[in-house]
């Protein structure tokens, strides 16, 4: 009997590890893919090379000044976002989409860190999308001396934005069915001066980036090209401010 119950101790704690592991495996391997129009742009264009870094993907334009950091949403592939972001390139905002720990912003929220200190620009922006945007978020609360602006795509802060200098541009679909929107409202409290929403008719949360339908979104009324062009014609003016 009490070979059965030492065997007992040892093998239901294993088991409920091995099935914890299990779950977690699963978990961050079943993600968003990027879909196959993303592939074009990935190959650069005559304007934007496009580079694997060890951050992730470096979209390199015409410009010098002017540097972009993007998070991306939870468990969705970064490489997705690549066809709204090649936009900003071609008009000289280099950006950096990063690789996240298991396509999880939040084991990644300081990746920020070290690609500002390893790339001299004179500007800096840091966006994110979704959980991406939260962490995006999260850390500039604690740099915004360091940054120029700060846009969230479906996204809202939980810490204040208003010290610093730097603006603050929140962008969302009208048709978004996974974003909170009260937390959206009460995350207005948190806002700088130089704060500009935008809420594009007709887009929902998935539109942001090219990997197809997201479960519990809202349907989308117009294309993932037109929300994507609204989006970097406001990020542009933002910048060009």
């Known amino acids: 009997m009490d070979f059965l119950q030492n065997h007992k101790k040892i093998w239901i704690p294993a088991l409920i590890l091995l099935l914890l592991a299990a779950g977690c495996f699963f978990y961050v391997n079943d993600y968003y893919h990027s879909d196959g129009s993303v592939k074009e742009y990935l190959q650069g264009s005559d304007s934007v090379i496009v580079s694997e870094i060890a951050e992730g993907l470096f979209l390199d334009g015409p410009g010098e000044e002017n540097a972009l950091i993007f998070y991306p949403g ?7 976002y690549a066809p709204l972001f090649s936009q900003l390139a071609e008009q000289g905002v280099d950006c950096f989409l990063v690789k996240m720990p298991c396509n ?16 001299p620009y004179d500007h800096w922006y840091l966006s ?13 609360a604690s740099h915004l001396n360091e940054l120029d602006g700060l846009i969230l795509l479906a996204a809202y802060p939980t810490k204040s934005l208003k010290e610093g200098s730097a603006a603050v541009l929140s962008v969302y ?17 948190w806002m700088p001066a130089d704060y500009r929403e ?4 007709g887009g929902n949360h998935a539109g942001f980036g090219n990997y197809g339908p997201q479960k519990g979104d809202g349907l989308a009324k117009i294309s993932p090209e037109a929300q994507q062009k609204q989006t970097a014609d406001a990020i542009m003016e933002l910048i060009e401010s």
């Open 74 to 80: 939870a468990k969705v592939e970064y490489t997705a």
């Open 128 to 140: 994110g999308h979704s959980l991406g945007g939260a962490m995006a978020a999260s850390w500039a």
């Open 173 to 189: 679909g009208s048709e978004d069915g996974v974003l909170n929107m009260k937390k959206v409202s009460e995350g207005r409290e």
């Open 198 to 201: 935008l809420c594009i008719d």
């Open 104 to 119: 999880l912003a939040f084991l990644g929220q300081n990746k920020a860190s070290g690609i500002m200190a390893s790339y």
